[in-house]
């Protein structure tokens, strides 16, 4: 895991579960990618207990944030075709910030 500082974009509405006494929260974001010609990165961030609830309290679709967090890549092979393979980014949230724009 790789520690990273980033701008994103929230593309899903921030969702909340419990599980036993520990909330977790998960959402769709979107990393801003500033070289030319790239698209930019759809990730799935998530976050626990205090964090979480921060994040579903004042967080909404379409805001824009910064985020203090760990990165990995979780790499996915289909079961049909041995070929085929995916990638997913997943991000973990330590810290979240409001942009105002």
């Known amino acids: ?24 929260c998960y959402m769709l974001i979107d990393l801003y990618n500033f070289r030319d010609g790239m698209l930019n990165l759809k990730a799935i961030g998530f976050a626990k207990s205090t964090v979480a609830k921060k994040i579903f309290d004042m967080y909404n679709q379409k805001n824009r944030v910064i985020i203090e967090g760990s990165i990995y890549i979780k790499k996915i092979q289909f079961t049909k075709n041995c070929n085929i393979k995916s990638k997913k980014i997943y991000l973990k949230i330590n810290k979240i910030y409001n942009l105002y724009n």
């Open 1 to 24: 895991m790789n520690n990273l500082v980033c701008t994103a974009f929230i593309l899903s509405q921030p969702k909340l579960k419990r599980l036993k006494s520990k909330c977790l």
